[in-house]
């Protein structure tokens, strides 16, 4: 596992950003690019994280969407939150579905990298609190993905399929 330290450009603060690779799936992005797009997404939010990004399988996935949130089926991606609900520092873990990811992005004809920039930009933002179970709180979210996607040269994954 590494450890990198990244600025969190508008609060001169910090963040810790850890990747865990335990899926051996083909074509999983790099470390560099997965804290690059943490880092981008903690900067559009204006607060530092230490955040664990961990690329698992489907079943590890499965379990634990099972276990903490009662749901039977790997989702692409699971937010951890560790930080008190004001707290200056984010504190989580993203857990990435490395087959459902792919599956995804073959099934919506996305690039994989783009896919997997989404989803981990996705993970962050409900980290920082923001959530899509509301149309306007959805709308809300899904403007500030694609901004932060579009900084990255990523098309906005809600308007165009090759996204």
């Known amino acids: ?24 799936i083909a074509h999983i992005p790099t470390d560099k690019l997965f804290k690059k797009w943490a880092s981008s ?9 230490e955040l664990t990004v961990r690329v ?13 949130r009662s749901k039977d089926y790997a989702p692409n991606v699971l937010t951890f939150v560790y930080h008190e609900q004001n707290s200056a520092m984010l504190m989580g873990d993203l ?4 087959q459902v990811v792919a ?3 073959r099934a919506q004809q996305k690039s994989l990298q783009n896919h997997y920039a989404h989803l981990t930009i996705h993970g962050v933002l409900h980290l920082a609190g923001f959530d899509h179970e509301k149309p306007r709180d959805a709308a809300i979210m899904e403007a500030l993905e694609a901004s932060v ?3 990255l040269g990523v098309a906005n994954p809600y308007l165009d399929a090759t996204g």
């Open 149 to 151: 996607l579009a900084t």
């Open 1 to 24: 596992m590494k450890t990198a330290t990244v600025p969190a450009i508008a609060t001169k603060t910090a963040s810790t950003i850890v990747i865990q690779r335990i899926s051996r």
């Open 95 to 98: 857990v990435l579905c490395a």
């Open 41 to 49: 997404a903690l900067a559009a939010v204006a607060r530092p994280a």
């Open 103 to 105: 599956r995804e992005a």
């Open 56 to 68: 698992v399988n489907a079943a590890e996935a499965r379990n634990l969407n099972s276990a903490f």
